[in-house]
């Protein structure tokens, strides 16, 4: 017989339905922007199935001309200042000039960059002391052993700092996923090098709670709503 997972933690059943990570729900329901059957949520709540659990989405309306895309770049675009023969997300994506990129994606990766008006984000999500996450699916020219997962899992020594430890996942013998909450230049390229592996493709899949999902090369989407407010919420910005 097949055992319920209800009654479930509410920041796992937040996480289970791709709104925010569990860390994000417990610091949106501290926030009191949780509810369940209209009442606050509280840590550690337990909901079942058909509870109304709700986020509330009243401060996303006072945003007023601010806009936050997700953007997928592509495979040779050059985030900022391309030099002389390079070419810049303002040369392929159609974006007005006040907007601009949000962190860096090497040329030779893809996948998803956040573009935006607001000048406010860029230290709450880029500096290291804050830990965003970040997911990306990396290809590798050799097959991926225990040693490999081990080491990337728990840090390496590269010639200039320790990478902080991260969630890894073996896809397949070439393949693996790779969470982040720090982001050097080069870093996952260099971690694999430094185990005498080469990625031969490097794909951010998200930053924080806004997924990459099914955009396609040179696409966007605007960030709103709920996913919006989970965002920002989360760099304390609202």
Sequence with gaps: ???????????????????????????????????VNGKLAVLG?????????????????AIKNRQYFAYYKPIGIVTHSPEEGQRGIEDTANFSAEFFPIGRLDKDSHGLIIMTNDGRITDKLLNPKYEHSKEYLVHVNKKIN??????MS???????????????????????RIVLTEGKKHQIRRMCTALGFEVT??????????KLGSLKPNQKREIKEVELNIFLTSLEII
């Excluded at 199935?49 to 996303?60: F, G, R």
């Excluded at 225990?146 to 080491?151: G, Q």
Aim: hydrophobic share 35%; with cysteine; proline share 2%.
């Design 1 to 35: 017989m097949e055992t319920s997972e209800y009654p479930m933690r509410i920041n796992r059943y937040l996480a289970k339905r791709n709104f925010c990570s569990r860390r994000e729900a417990d610091g949106l329901i501290e926030k009191g922007l949780v509810t």
């Design 45 to 61: 709540a337990r909901v079942n199935e058909d509870d109304k659990v709700e986020i509330n989405t009243k401060n996303t309306a």
């Design 146 to 151: 225990n040693f490999f997962v081990r080491h």
């Design 154 to 176: 728990e840090g390496i020594e590269l010639e200039d700092f320790r990478t902080k430890p991260a969630i890894v996942e073996r896809l397949d013998d070439f393949v693996f």
């Design 201 to 210: 493709d490097l794909k951010r899949m998200r930053v924080m709670n806004i």
